[in-house]
């Protein structure tokens, strides 16, 4: 082939991109990839679009925009209010709904939204220029009051601020400038900003204002949908929010240029998986979450068809600290040197598309945090010297419980991998079967019903969101070091400093107290319609920038 029909061919393929972005993106199959439109990216702009081409993409636009996009959701959310909850559902539809000062790009990058920029000189004090015209749902301009007195609920309802925000301050200093005065300086506080777990929405002060014990009364955001209805155990239904103001920037992550394609989102609550796989199917759902593993070859194989592999979690092997056999730091080394997580995540997620071996507790795909610090106390596989460390233990036949559910299948998986090796080794190890929510209620409240139990650690921005190292969940770590290493993570001047100082918690946490295996990491599997176009992910689904044809 030569050169000059190359370049041509070349030319046509970047055209076709350009007008896939003009609709809304592209959605590859099996992506591995946590933003499903990177691997679209080009470092070159060609500038020989011609008008004609121009008017044909505006023509593709107008004729896929409306309709309405059906989602299939495997667990309804507690709440839409953002910054009272951890759930991923509550996350993935609320914001539709609610924006936040900053967020993050595909690469988990804070990247500004509701805020022009920020100016700080100590990573103490944040200046936050607002932007402006900027409407609430109810019609209402966005001030430097709704701000203030959003940030400040934020402040008292998440989990996730840790110790940068004790003592923080946010003051209007005009209608479009918002000051954080922080009492230690943090270089995570951008990142803390602009997490998309529990995240810091926006809205009317006379809302916040309002909201009692249970939430606000209305959800009233920013974003590109409005809140219609929630019929409870049914659906919750979006509409598209006319006066919505896009950035211009191109759409990156949660980031960037959003546009409501779709005139309607409704979000079907179908916990059951062949529910949703046969609604997909038929049509009934353009989108589903939660399908099945083994159901991967079925849809990847029907041109009808398009799955999205997401990074999403981190399996993990949950030790009880407060009470039993797992309090002894040999059992938990003993256990830990036992395990062969080959097999564990081969049980759990049964093709190698599905997961990744990895030591780190952050996620890999995030990469200031990635650390290989421990490694060499990951997977070790090693019955015998997990038989020594027994016996110095002084193991004696006790019972050993290990609590999982049957209500995911991955989970139950590794719990029975696990009993299975532990038997091995000669433990007298139980496996105990509860639904998810009894399980839940038992991991926080009956702390003599296991020895460790089988969950996953979903992906967050930086190292004191990670459940794994609180001090309150599953009975707490409380360990003094590990508290102390946080805080000056959180209280680091520079990233650098931060990214050391995690290392030098990882380590201690895999050498020298094991409040968890981590046994790798794994793909969230979402399948549609290949009548949708434009999905793409960032700490799940994005659902703005999405067309749905006949």
Request: charged share 25%; hydrophobic share 35%; with cysteine.
């Amino acid at each position: 082939m030569n050169r000059i029909f190359k370049n041509v061919l070349l030319l046509f393929a970047l055209l076709g991109l350009l007008v896939l972005v003009a609709c809304g993106g592209d959605s590859d199959d099996a992506s591995t990839s946590d933003d499903t439109s990177s691997d679209t990216e080009t470092e070159t702009e060609t500038e020989t679009e011609t008008e004609s081409e121009e008017e044909e993409s505006d023509e593709t636009d107008e004729a896929a925009a409306g309709g309405t996009l059906k989602i299939a959701m495997d667990a309804a959310p507690p709440t839409l209010d953002q910054p009272a909850s951890t759930a991923v559902a509550a996350r993935d539809t609320s914001r539709l709904i609610f924006e936040t000062l900053y967020t993050t790009n595909s690469k988990h990058e804070a990247v500004p939204m509701l805020a022009e920029g920020v100016e700080t000189d100590d990573n103490k004090t944040f200046v936050f220029k607002l932007r402006e015209g900027i409407k609430f749902h109810n019609g209402e301009e966005m001030t430097a009051d709704d701000v203030v007195a959003s940030m400040e609920r934020w402040l008292e309802l998440s989990t996730i601020t840790g110790n940068i925000f004790d003592g923080a301050t946010w003051t209007a200093e005009d209608d479009h400038t918002v000051v954080l005065e922080l009492v230690e300086p943090s270089s995570l506080t951008l990142d803390t900003i602009a997490s998309a777990k529990q995240a810091a929405a926006i809205m009317p002060k006379d809302i916040v204002e309002s909201a009692g014990a249970d939430g606000p009364d209305e959800y009233i955001g920013t974003g590109p949908y409005k809140f219609v209805e929630w019929v409870q155990d049914q659906y919750i239904h979006f509409t598209k929010y006319d006066d919505y103001q896009a950035l211009d920037e191109a759409a990156d992550g949660l980031g960037g240029k959003k546009e409501a394609l779709v005139d309607d989102i409704y979000f079907y609550l179908v916990p059951d998986t062949s529910t949703r796989v046969a609604g997909l199917q038929t049509g009934e759902y353009d989108f589903a979450y939660g399908i099945s593993y083994d159901n991967y070859d079925q849809f990847v194989n029907n041109p009808d068809f398009e799955v999205i592999l997401t990074p999403s979690a981190n399996e993990i092997i949950g030790f009880n600290q407060v009470e039993g056999i797992s309090t002894d730091f040999k059992i938990r080394q003993a256990v830990n040197m036992a395990v062969d997580n080959d097999e564990i995540m081969m049980a759990a997620f049964p093709n190698k598309d599905f997961y990744w071996l990895d030591s780190g507790y952050m996620d890999m795909h995030i990469e200031n945090w990635a650390s290989t610090a421990g490694s060499e106390y990951y997977n070790q596989n090693d019955p015998e010297g997990a038989k020594k460390l027994l016996e110095e233990a002084g193991y004696d036949g006790e019972e050993f419980k290990i609590m999982t559910t049957r209500d995911y299948d991955h989970h139950y998986n590794v719990g029975v991998v696990l009993h299975d090796q532990l038997t091995q080794i000669g433990m007298n190890a139980e496996l105990v079967v509860y639904d998810w929510p009894t399980m839940l209620d038992k991991r926080e409240n009956d702390f003599s019903a296991w020895d460790v139990f089988i969950t996953s650690s979903s992906t967050v921005s930086t190292p004191p969101q990670l459940l794994a190292l609180s001090p309150t969940w599953a009975g707490g770590v409380n360990d003094d070091h590990v508290q102390d290493l946080m805080e000056q993570i959180e209280k680091a001047p520079t990233i650098e400093e931060a990214q050391d100082l995690w290392d030098e918690l990882q380590l201690y946490a895999w050498e020298e107290l094991l409040p968890v295996i981590n046994t790798g990491g794994y793909h969230s599997l979402y399948g549609h319609s290949t009548k949708v176009s434009g999905i793409t992910t960032t700490s799940g689904p994005i659902f703005w920038n999405v067309t749905v044809s006949e």
